[in-house]
């Protein structure tokens, strides 16, 4: 395993949803490099089931092995939820950061008591959700709500048309209407419409995207294991299972990333292999 200073971070979604997380990553630490891989030819994991999505996770993290990863963050709280367990089991020479709805920042910060979660059907079901629901339950009401077709709309980069707003409506509103003040991003491709659902939700419901607090939590581990990068640019990496091109434009777009994109693609075994 790769573990000298300079060895990218791997880092990996069904799509582009993890670009959220990775901007946060590179803000706050500029020195790293980054592989970053799109499991596009899947996205999206939500209504898939766990033992589906863990296998491959356990796939994406061999590449970003293969390709000399020092620590993998799994920017996907879907893939978080199903596989982490597994993968730190499997794995147990990597560290890995996950995500899990940021629960704990909104239970300390709600003032109505009442919590909003927007996640994928697989997120609620995993194991880490399960965990949270059992912590919090007593101190708040947690109001859980899944958004199916907005991760469609983000893939495809239509979130300004004007159907995103309906359906945010649609999602959104029961939660304001149940009294929510607090509204957790539980899947990392929601912090691109997050101007649309502060309209939809008002200025008196906050937004919780976990991001900023991965990016922290990435530096603390590299920090921990001395493996951060010597002072220097990083070097990014993208890779994906679908279009190249489609996911050039979309990086652009969302995060203004301007530089070439690797297509790969799943072989036997679940293995995956440059093209
Ligand atoms: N961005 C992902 C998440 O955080 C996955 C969404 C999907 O592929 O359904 O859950």
Not at 34 to 45: I, R, S
Not at 68 to 89: P, Q, W, Y
Request: net charge neutral; aromatic share 6%.
């Amino acid at each position: 395993m790769a573990s000298s200073s300079n060895a990218p971070i791997g880092i990996f979604d069904s799509g582009v949803g993890g670009l959220s997380v990775w901007r946060a990553l590179v803000q706050r630490l500029p020195h790293e490099g980054t592989l970053y891989l799109a499991d596009q030819a899947h996205v999206p994991y939500g209504p898939r089931p766990l033992a589906e999505v863990t296998n491959y996770a356990k796939g994406i993290t061999r590449f970003l092995l293969a390709h000399g990863a020092k620590l993998i963050v799994v920017a996907c709280n879907t893939a978080s939820g199903a596989a982490l367990h597994t993968l730190r089991e499997t794995f147990p020479a990597m560290p890995f950061v996950g995500m899990e709805p940021a629960v704990k920042p909104a239970a300390e910060a709600t003032r109505s008591g009442v919590v909003g979660i927007i996640a994928t059907p697989a997120t609620f079901q995993g194991k880490l959700f399960q965990q949270l629901v059992q912590r919090f339950t007593s101190e708040v009401q947690l109001e859980t709500q899944t958004c199916p077709g907005l991760v469609e709309l983000i893939e495809t980069g239509t979130q300004d048309a004007p159907e995103t707003e309906i359906l945010l409506r649609q999602y959104l509103q029961p939660l304001v209407e149940r009294g929510i003040d607090q509204l957790v991003l539980g899947c990392t491709h929601y912090p691109f419409l997050r101007q649309a659902m502060q309209r939809v939700v008002g200025e008196r419901v906050t937004l919780i995207d976990p991001a900023p607090a991965v990016a922290r939590q990435i530096e603390r581990r590299l920090r921990r294991r001395r493996i951060q990068a010597l002072p220097g640019t990083g070097q990014h990496t993208f890779f994906t299972t679908g279009d190249p091109l489609t996911f050039a434009e979309m990086a652009q777009q969302l995060v203004g990333y301007t530089g070439a994109v690797n297509g790969v693609h799943w072989g036997k075994d679940c293995e995956i292999e440059r093209r």
